[in-house]
């Protein structure tokens, strides 16, 4: 594993990371920061977790120049909360080499992220809608830009961002470095590349590089109708300290949220359309143990540091599997045991399987908890309270109180008693949720020399895809600055 000094990073960069307390290099920064120092395109397939932020941010702030009072780097990130974490990221590894970051994003005001513009930060990292209005405005200027990064290209472009990283790009100027970061290399991923991007070198961390091998993947066959009353039972039994509950639509983590809450956990969703003052309320309730439990979709989850999650139940299976490796990356953190608990529909279980092909693990089947079970184990863990309060605690002032309920009841009517009253009761009010449509499986289909392509409209034979272009927009080849 190679250390920052190999790199012959500038000394105040070095400085930083030694601050950061980082001295190695992980695989996807040992494999990008070189090809990014010496001025070339790199595109980085990898998942959250990877520290990719630091594979683009080394090279980023290494190669500005802190006295040119102008924008000289865009970072480009589909959510608030990445592009928060993101900034404060590369502000420390900029700290003393004067570079400055601002973050850009929706639901702050406007007016204020003017007066912050004028102050003339080097770096950018904003989401492409707020970007956008600030192009339109005129109060970003990006004559002098010489770095662009698209972080988590995949779920901007998923998120329907194209057409704005499109026209972002356009304006961008055409001697420029371009990084691409991504955890799937889908095919408008791979036209934004073709496109925008100079001959980019590819590295790619393998799953197996990324997966927590000290999570314990489990997965249980229900229908879609008993899903929740499983979820309950999971959650009474497990007794997560923490737990975050993926669903895979805005409607179905209000919808759970809501039903979770009304069953008497504390719940809260988490998504694309709160604001952010609501989103900053639920996470730090959250990370406080306010709330035990985060329904939140993948979106809203992507960039979450978030420690001590000891469960992850994936209510509904991501629509992309590699999204799998990046919910059940949100437990298992800092050398602790994670537990990834997934449900599948019947129609679900070949999706499952490529999953676990991505993964490179097979899930370990769980049989859905009985009621009788979940009722079982709320009363062990009461028992459980209950010995250690009679081995720990000082109980003097409560033994002659005690002394005189024996008198009148036996003893093991009064422990009953006391078992009943300290027990959570399990709530099984009827709740009623939107069912989803069960996932499947795309089949992919070949031409008659067993090569992929797509079908042409037009006479049905199937055409292979285009072969990579080194041309800019407009069919110009673009001319390369190295420093």
């Known amino acids: 594993m190679a250390t920052f000094y190999e790199f012959e990073l500038h000394h105040n960069v070095v400085r930083g990371l030694t601050q950061m307390g980082l001295e190695e290099a992980t695989p ?21 977790g990877t520290g990719k932020t630091a594979a683009f ?14 924008i000289q780097g865009v970072v480009l990130t589909p959510t608030r909360e990445l592009a928060v974490q993101v900034s404060e990221e590369l502000n420390k590894i900029a700290r003393y080499k004067g570079i400055h970051v601002l973050p850009i994003y929706g639901g ?62 356009q304006e961008m100027p055409e001697e420029r470095q371009t990084l691409l970061f991504s955890a799937t290399m889908s095919k408008p991923v791979q036209e934004i590349a073709q496109k925008f991007m100079d ?22 066959k229900v229908t879609e109708r008993e899903k929740f009353d499983v979820l309950c039972r999971l959650l009474d039994i497990d007794a997560p300290e923490l737990a975050i509950v993926f669903g895979r639509t805005k409607r ?36 406080e143990g306010r709330v035990e439990v985060l329904v939140a979709t993948d979106v809203a989850a992507r960039g979450l540091d978030i420690s001590g999650v000891t469960h992850v139940y994936n209510f509904d299976l991501p629509q992309d599997p590699e999204s799998y490796v990046h919910r059940i990356g949100r437990t298992g953190r800092a050398g602790k045991t994670g537990l990834a608990i997934s449900f599948a529909t019947p129609g679900e279980i070949d999706h499952l399987r490529t999953i676990e092909a991505l993964t490179k693990k097979k899930m370990e089947w769980r049989e859905a908890p009985t009621l009788d079970e979940a009722i079982e184990q709320q009363q062990r863990l009461t028992a459980q309270k209950l010995l250690e309060v009679a081995e720990k605690a000082n109980l003097q002032a409560y033994r002659e109180t005690a002394e005189k309920l024996l008198e009148e009841v036996d003893s093991v009517t009064l422990v009953s008693a006391v078992l009943k009253m300290l027990t959570k009761q399990t709530n099984t009010s009827p709740v009623k949720l939107t069912e989803e449509a069960p996932l499947r499986v795309k089949k992919k289909k070949f031409d008659d020399k067993g090569r992929f392509g797509k079908r042409n409209n037009k006479g049905g034979k199937r055409t292979l895809q285009p072969a990579k272009s080194n041309r800019a927009p407009g069919g110009k080849t673009r001319k390369k600055k190295v420093k």
């Open 57 to 70: 941010g080394i090279p980023l702030v290494n190669r500005l120049d802190a006295e040119q009072e102008s």
């Open 108 to 169: 702050q005001d406007m007016t204020r992220q003017i007066r912050a513009l004028k102050k003339k930060p080097h770096i950018i990292v904003a989401t492409p809608g707020r970007f956008m209005d600030h192009m339109r405005r005129k109060t970003i200027r990006l004559h002098a830009v010489d770095m662009v990064v698209l972080d988590e290209a995949d779920e901007m472009l998923n998120m329907g961002f194209i057409e704005d990283i499109t026209t972002i790009l």
């Open 28 to 48: 996807i920064q040992e494999q990008t920061i070189p090809l990014a120092l010496q001025g070339r395109d790199v595109i980085g397939q990898a998942q959250t």
């Open 199 to 220: 001959n980019p070198d590819i590295i790619k961390v393998k799953a197996k590089e990324v997966t927590v091998s000290n999570i314990t993947q489990q997965c249980i």
């Open 252 to 287: 179905r983590v209000d919808e759970l949220s809501e039903a979770l809450h009304k069953r008497g956990y504390k719940a809260e969703g988490i998504h694309g359309d709160l604001n952010q003052a609501k989103r900053d309320s639920v996470l730090r309730k959250f990370k």
